[in-house]
Structures are given as structure tokens and as C-alpha cells.
């Protein structure tokens, strides 16, 4: 038995591997290069780069328009998930409520 369970530990780990080698080389590494990239002065093909540490993120939300996009995309996030929830409930309601809003739900579903 005890055999039997080790076969099913090694063929679960080479299972895994593909998966986490693929998490690594398209997300993690991408990320990881990003924020070095972020606390450089690299643009695309330069040659001379500095490190600038967090000056450009100081500088991002020292940026009144910068900060106005922020406050803009949270209010929006925040109001469409409280539309999206109270439409939600108001189907589950009308259809809960009688046979006649049932025949109705396509229409209440389209909405949301």
C-alpha cells in the first residue's frame, strides 16, 4: 500500500510541474520584471538606466489627474457590484414571489 501511495505522490508532483512552470515563466516573472522595470528610469530602448527607486510612484499619485482616474474606476467598481448584487436580488425576489414573475424571468435575467 505503501508503494502504491508514493507512485501516487511522484505522478501527482509531475502533474504539477508543467503547471508551475508555466505560472512562473507567464505570470511571476512577468510581474517581477514589471515592478524592477517600475522603480527604473527604463523606457523602451534605452540605454542609460537609473534607479530611481519609489520617485516614480511618488510622482503617479503627486498627479491630480492620476488620482482622479483612481477615485473614478473605484466609485465605478463600487457602484456597478452594488447594481450588480441589488439586480440580482431583485430577480431572485420576483421569481421567488409567483408564477407570473417566472414567466418573466428571461427578461429580468437580460437586464443584469
Not at 515592478?35 to 534605452?46: G, I, K
Not at 482622479?68 to 474606476?73: A, G, L, Q, R
Amino acid at each position: 500500500m505503501r508503494r502504491h501511495e508514493a507512485e501516487q505522490r511522484t505522478s501527482f508532483y509531475l502533474f504539477l510541474v508543467p503547471w508551475i512552470l508555466g505560472f512562473l515563466l507567464f505570470q511571476l516573472i512577468p510581474i517581477g520584471w514589471g515592478f524592477w522595470t517600475s522603480l527604473t528610469s527604463r523606457m523602451a530602448f534605452s540605454i542609460n538606466i537609473k534607479f530611481l527607486g519609489l520617485a516614480n510612484y511618488i510622482k503617479l499619485v503627486q498627479d491630480s489627474e492620476v488620482m482622479f482616474s483612481f477615485v473614478t474606476t473605484f466609485l465605478y467598481a463600487l457602484l456597478h457590484t452594488a447594481l450588480a448584487i441589488l439586480m440580482g436580488l431583485l430577480c431572485a425576489l420576483l421569481l421567488e414571489s409567483c408564477r407570473a414573475a417566472a414567466r418573466s424571468a428571461p427578461s429580468c435575467i437580460s437586464l443584469t
